[in-house]
């Protein structure tokens, strides 16, 4: 069903794929740009069916960091470039039109932060104002006015947005609409308002132009609105005009992950299920659809009519036209890179796609043909071998294991990594469909990297743990973060974990759900009652360890990104794993390590003690061949850090040679 046609409204669409509207924060002064234009036109090229493109500003408040908008004539233009340039390739384009409310950051630029109520955002600490009903009628008509400019701009449809806690939202959610007028109170006069704006946006569009609406399944707010209270406010959106409804999940507030790792694939298409059951217009599902397979099976049950695809999309432009030809797509791993961007009010950019925002640079034939090795098939290895064979060198890469990937595999075994894993299926056909000539099982030292007589040498070895430990006492006892993630059996039950980073924090989260229920385990015991509820909870939060960690810092965690942090704290509390900040470890005996903070001393019993303490560049090859022209040093074998570094240093070094 995947690429089967759907008609929305008048519109044909070629295939059930939709590219769903999400912050890009590549405008300047909400125009539309050559980058936004070439960044939209590689996925309208990839053969993506729907493309919705925002959101958009209907007002100029709503102007600010690098948010687009269509609130005044004078932008139109730049939409029509944007149009022209999607269509040329048979994809349909749609405008999603947004108010921030309370969730805008505008007041870092002085404009002006208003919603319902005067209540205070957690998304960013401020306080709006509450609008007046003239206020709110003026921003009905904006909303109307900019989805006229939108079907002027040629868009072949316009969505509204009344998603993720945005204004409209918040009018519907008696959480931030404590407004006593006929605009808050009960459910209907909370409806009021978003009808009120679908009616304006349908009298300014007309009768034959498809109106959609991204609509919040579920705030999963306590208190906040419901599915099926969502259920209800379809049904009177589609009798005044809503053609599609693009269904999607809870509040950026929400404390129930939408979009992380350990999302299950698809785990919200049931809220689009949900919607389908009491409207009769096409329905698409989202959250977390990262394949093809996941896609069909959503339609093919009946949930939903389209499926939305945005970082899976965002990460491989041609995902469309792989999933449908049987290419090798190049997947999100869900590292949440893209959304800790938009956090930051910076643009987005994707660890494993270096050309994202980047759509206008393609990839320079080599003029002067090389023979050139690459040492270590980890994330940069790869990529700069794939890279290099691409533009016509002729490349080999040597890796010392039997497999590629190097700490790549370790990486992915936290809970919440699987997607990880499916990069190293994309490297390896890249590398065969390059020509690259992999060697596995093949140690490089320096004198047959000399025998070689390679043009250029690119040594990828990645890097090694930091194994200096700062305290005295039974070695005996300690072990490396590294190895455990690498299956390294761990005595137990008592753990403490030296150093509270990123990796410190997986390893124990890693052990802390050892013994716990699996997912199968815990279906059973619930479809057949054999536990209550409250105590299967129990079981998959309750495992073998009792796990501390140990930071020197205030806080744990400070090298992930704000998208997956605030996820990771969540879990190991929920967990029962304990935080021992701002302190050191002193001397680890036999009962135990010996802890000194600003409380004094202390010892915590401990069989077993995981270090955690960062790594080092693994460069002795490199420092063989220190002197020798054309050899070049990159990802962590340069300086350990995140994926994305790896990757697109990679990729900038192998364009350069």
């Known amino acids: 069903m995947l690429f089967e046609p759907i008609s929305i409204h008048s519109l044909e669409v070629r295939n059930r794929i939709v590219m769903p509207g999400f912050h890009l924060n590549f405008a300047r002064e909400g125009a539309i740009n050559e980058k936004l234009v070439n960044f939209y036109e590689a996925r309208a090229k990839g053969g993506t069916g729907l493309i919705m493109v925002g959101g958009a500003a209907v007002e100029p408040n709503g102007v600010f960091a690098g948010w687009i908008s269509i609130h005044d004539n004078s932008l139109i233009a730049g939409h029509q470039r944007l149009t022209a340039a999607v269509k040329s390739h048979g994809a349909k384009i749609g405008l999603q039109l947004v108010q921030q409310g309370r969730y805008s950051a505008g007041f870092h630029e002085g404009k002006d932060v208003f919603a319902p109520s005067a209540v205070r955002s957690r998304t960013t600490g401020f306080v709006p104002r509450e609008m007046s009903v003239g206020e709110i009628h003026k921003i009905i008509a904006d909303f109307g006015a900019a989805a006229r400019r939108a079907r002027e701009a040629g868009y072949d449809l316009v969505e509204i947005s009344i998603s993720a806690g945005y204004l409209i939202n918040q009018f519907l959610s008696p959480l931030t609409n404590l407004r006593q007028d006929e605009y808050g109170g009960s459910p209907k006069n909370r409806m009021r308002f978003g009808l009120e704006v679908i009616a304006e946006v349908r009298r300014q569009v007309g009768a034959d132009y498809p109106v959609s609406v991204r609509l919040g399944g579920q705030d999963f707010m306590p208190g906040g609105t419901t599915w099926k209270e969502a259920q209800e406010f379809a049904e009177e959106l589609e009798k005044i ?73 965002l990460a491989d432009p041609q995902w469309a036209q792989k999933a449908q030809q049987g290419g090798t797509v190049r997947k999100c791993i869900a590292c949440m890179l893209c959304l800790g961007q938009i956090f930051k009010r910076q643009p987005v950019i994707c ?26 098939a980890g994330p940069a290895g790869l990529e700069a071998a794939s890279t290099l064979a691409e533009r016509g060198h002729q490349v080999d890469l040597w890796e010392k294991q039997q497999t590629i990937g190097g700490q790549w595999r370790i990486a992915a075994v936290p809970p919440g990594k699987e997607d990880f894993l499916p990069l190293l299926d994309y490297y390896e056909q890249r590398l065969k469909e390059a020509g690259v000539n992999l060697q596995l099982g093949k140690t490089a030292t320096a004198e047959e990297v000399l025998k070689w007589e390679a043009d250029a040498v690119i040594i990828a ?27 390294q059996a761990v005595k137990g039950p008592r753990i403490v974990i030296v150093g509270g980073g990123s990796v410190g924090c997986e390893t124990a989260l890693y052990l802390a759900q050892k013994g716990t229920l699996d997912a199968d385990q815990a279906r059973f015991l619930l479809i057949h009652q054999v536990e209550s509820a409250e105590e299967i909870r129990r079981l998959l939060l309750n495992g073998s360890y009792h796990l501390t960690i140990v930071e020197q810092q205030k806080n744990i965690a400070r090298d992930m990104n704000n998208a997956t942090r605030w996820l990771m704290l969540k879990n190991l509390d929920m967990f029962g794993v304990k935080v021992c900040n701002l302190s050191t470890v002193e001397q680890v005996t036999a009962q135990g390590v010996v802890l000194k903070s600003e409380q004094g001393v202390q010892t915590i019993a401990a069989d077993t003690v995981v270090m955690a303490l960062g790594s080092r560049a693994d460069n002795a090859l490199y420092q063989d061949l220190a002197g020798r022209p054309g050899v070049y040093l990159v990802g962590d074998a340069l300086q350990p850090g995140k994926v994305h570094e790896a990757i697109h240093s990679a990729y900038q070094l192998a364009c350069s040679l």
């Open 461 to 487: 070895s990645g890097a090694v743990p930091e194994t200096y430990l700062p305290f005295s006492g039974e070695d005996a006892k300690v072990v490396q973060a590294w190895d455990v993630l690498a299956g």
């Open 241 to 313: 005009g809503v053609d599609l409804f693009n269904v999607t999940g809870g509040w950026h507030e929400t404390s129930i992950p939408q979009l992380n790792g350990e999302v299950p694939k698809g785990a919200f298409s049931y809220l689009a299920d949900k919607i389908k059951s009491r409207v009769s217009v096409p329905v698409a599902a989202s959250n977390r659809i990262s394949s093809a397979q996941v896609a069909e099976q959503i339609l093919l049950s009946g949930q939903a009519d389209m499926v939305s695809v945005a970082r899976g999309i």
């Open 351 to 376: 660890s494993v796609n270096p050309l994202c925002g980047k759509e206008d640079q393609p990839l320079p034939a080599a003029e002067d043909k090389k023979r050139i090795l690459v040492v270590g």
